[in-house]
Nanobody, 127 residues
């Protein structure tokens, strides 16, 4: 997998929506375990969502029902749709990629064990 580039962050009010993009170069996104993480100032990194190479997704409890992954193989991009945003969603969001399927992909996500990371994009939600 090559460099990952995130985009789509911004500032919104509570209840707003954003779409984050993770564009990959090199291998196609559908052959890798792709994940999103976030980190707010003074807080630990948190796994947000993950999708493995067969399309299986998993979300953290804090975003389940509000965030949705969308893998577009033709564009070699993984989108993260953020809906019904809350102030506690404010953080720097980063995507990551590495090999892994099923249990191994989820295990990487839970251990933050990815070899390729993007530079991050800021999401700010105001009340």
């Amino acid at each position: 997998q090559g460099p990952l580039v995130e985009s789509g962050g911004g500032s919104v009010q509570t209840g707003g929506s954003l779409r984050l993009s993770c564009a990959a170069s090199g291998s196609t996104v559908d052959t890798y375990c792709m994940a999103w993480f976030r980190q707010a100032p003074g807080k630990e990194r948190e796994g947000v969502a993950v999708i493995d190479s067969d399309g299986t997704t998993k979300y953290s409890d804090s975003v389940k029902g509000r965030f949705t992954l969308d893998q577009r193989n033709d564009q070699n991009v993984v989108y993260l749709h953020l809906n019904n945003l809350k102030p506690e969603d404010t953080a720097t969001y980063s995507c990551a990629a590495d090999q892994g399927l099923g249990y191994y992909c989820e295990s990487r996500w839970r251990r933050f064990d990815f070899g390729y990371w993007g530079q991050g994009t800021q999401v700010t939600v105001s009340s």
